[in-house]
């Protein structure tokens, strides 16, 4: 019995390397909250509908992601923010989709309906305390802001705050697409989330230098708050991975992104 046992599994070894059991083709993604949530899964079921090759998708934010990918444990990484060089030169590449639009985001009885860069960078920065400093009621602010590593911080650090630093009484998300959900419960909060995030009770976006965040505004180039969506591959995607690649970059593809963001023209 124990022989004949033996045969049988290595009768199931030789099938399998032979092509007899055949594991299921796929391709795993990991990374950006953005685009899991609102382009991946529709690009992946579309993608899996003309190969029959899965898409395994996961968050995670961008720097986790970005890790997963230089580690081998996926196939393509989703990232808030362009590749610095440093992870260029151990060979990721970026594959630019568009634009995200950040929104800043206030409780919907906050008076304000407007802020400038400035009095953001001063707010975000811990300088200004007061809503009265800006014009507002006579309340501290209470600054809600994204997960370390995520995109979406890294967008917040570039664009508003520049050289300074977050203030150190910040509220930190335990997720990217909770930030909004925060400061519903804060009527005297404020944060910088993805337009396409924006789905709260009791909040609304206001304008930045006059500009309301909206998609025209961005194409137009006069919203300031943008960061780019990027899909980030470990050297140029070949076979299965650079078809998936040429999908999401087709007008089928900036169809899918155009639900939420701003595709690249």
């Known amino acids: 019995m124990g022989f004949l046992r033996q045969i049988g599994i290595l009768t199931i070894i030789v099938l399998s390397v032979a092509g007899g059991v055949r594991a299921e083709e796929s391709l795993r993604y990991a990374g950006a909250t953005t685009l899991q949530r609102f382009f991946m899964p529709e690009a992946g079921l579309i993608f899996t509908g003309d190969t029959a090759i899965k898409v395994h998708i996961e968050g995670g934010n961008t720097g986790p992601g970005i890790s997963a990918l230089l580690k081998g444990d996926i196939d393509m990484a989703g990232a808030g923010r362009l590749l610095t060089e440093a992870e260029k030169k151990q060979g990721l590449v970026e594959h630019f989709l568009g634009w995200d ?35 507002g009621h006579a309340n501290p602010i209470v600054v809600v802001t994204c997960p370390k590593g995520s995109g979406m911080r890294s967008a917040v650090k570039k664009l508003i705050l520049k050289k300074k630093d977050f203030l150190s009484r910040e509220i930190v998300s335990a997720i990217v697409a909770a930030s909004d959900q925060q400061v519903s419960m804060f009527p005297i909060g404020i944060t910088a989330v993805s337009s396409s995030m924006l789905d709260a009770d009791n909040v609304k976006a206001i304008k930045v230098d006059g500009v309301a965040p909206t998609p025209a505004n961005v194409s137009a180039g006069s919203y300031p708050l943008t960061k780019p969506l990027v899909l980030v591959t470990m050297g140029e995607p070949q076979d299965d991975l650079a078809r998936f690649v040429a999908l999401v970059k087709s007008p089928q593809g900036k169809a899918i992104l155009q639900e939420y963001f701003v595709p690249v023209e």
């Open 101 to 135: 639009v950040l929104a800043i985001v206030v409780h919907e009885k906050n008076p304000l309906n407007n802020l400038t860069l400035n009095q953001l960078q001063g707010i975000f920065s811990g300088e200004i305390t007061n809503w009265q400093e800006v014009g």
